[in-house]
């Protein structure tokens, strides 16, 4: 079963920012938070993971709370090509397994 | 360009037959999976290969069987045995060890 707890669907208006909560309550210490999308019948692409600190990338912006029970993932500017499903997955290094829950459906309005 | 790819992008069958669906990566990557993706759901694993020539059970097997005799190829054969074989089928592949993984197009598979 996931270890994550996401909303199901979130919107958003084009070029403002979009943020997606992320609930890991349950998080090991040894454990990462990963961030992946999958835009409508496509492979999930991976987007950006942390562990303690709050991570950047080209694509996103990683928010780790303090106690590490929830994260918060930002597109600065969402496009319209933002639209996609949001997953967060809770990781264990060297595991090799990911899992998948429902993730977040997040739509870009123009 | 590296990546993965899988062939064909949609497959269709009649019900009891056997059917193979390859992936392929040329990213050097030591570990390969396989996952099955119905509507409204998340993706769900069902082999991973950490190294050739080995393989694990992921969380829903039954009704498949996978092979790893190269490093680059890790194909998927979904057995008539599988009750329900129609959905997406996802393949990735990553380094030992990594949470990052590189998925494949995928391949939509019908059975009637």
């Known amino acids: 079963d996931a270890k994550t707890t996401q909303p199901p669907s979130m919107d958003c208006a084009e070029g403002r920012a979009a943020n997606l909560p992320c609930n890991h309550s349950t998080i090991s210490g040894n454990e990462y938070v990963y961030w992946y999308r999958q835009i409508h019948s496509q492979g999930p692409q991976y987007i950006i993971h942390?562990?303690?600190n709050n991570e950047t990338n080209e694509m996103a912006s990683l928010i780790i709370t303090e106690d590490r029970k929830s994260s918060t993932l930002i597109l600065p500017h969402a496009t319209l090509r933002d639209t996609a499903v949001y997953y967060c997955i809770v990781y264990q290094g060297g595991s090799e397994k990911l899992v998948f829950g429902k993730g977040t459906k997040l739509t870009v309005n123009p | 360009d590296g990546g993965i790819t899988q062939s064909p992008k949609y497959l269709f069958r009649k019900e009891g037959q056997n059917v193979t669906l390859s992936c392929e990566q040329n990213?050097?990557?030591?570990?390969m999976y396989w996952y099955r993706q119905d509507p409204g759901q998340g993706l769900r694993l069902i082999y991973y290969?950490?190294?050739?020539?080995?393989?694990q059970k992921g969380d829903i097997a039954e009704g498949y069987s996978v092979s790893r005799e190269k490093k680059e190829s890790f194909p998927l054969t979904v057995t008539s045995a599988q009750k329900n074989p129609t959905a997406f089928y996802l393949c990735a592949s990553s380094n030992r060890g990594s949470g990052e993984q590189y998925f494949g197009p995928g391949t939509r598979l019908t059975v009637t």
């Open positions: 990213l050097n990557h030591d570990a």
């Open positions: 290969s950490q190294i050739v020539n080995d393989f």
């Open positions: 942390g562990l303690k």
